[in-house]
């Protein structure tokens, strides 16, 4: 199983400021000092919001994303600077490793944002 998220982070626009330039319908969003997550002690860096989807591949995790995404914002005006932009992708290593494959549809929406990519990879696996 795996996570694909677009997350938009900002030091000088708080959450509801990106959201709305943006046109989402965030999963979740958040100011900076908040908890990263309800029994955690760090704190967020940046204001933000995220949108998730979850799949067995990461080529239909992308296409529900860029589903969810069409009618923002997001294809028809570019962010200002002060918006960062990233697609994380979480994997959850059960049974072997799901399909990692991006389409150039994904790619070319993720250059035409700007945005990072990054891979976390966990193996859930009890110990032998």
Known sequence: MLKLRLVLT???WDSEKIVAKAGLNPTRK??????????????EKENGCLVEVTGASLSSAAGDLLRILEPTKLHREPLPKEIEVEFSCIVYMEDGAPELHMDQQFVRFAAQLGASIDFDVYEMREPA
């Open 30 to 43: 958040w100011a900076r000092g908040d908890r990263v997550h309800p029994k955690a002690t760090n704190l």
């Open 10 to 12: 900002s030091a000088d």
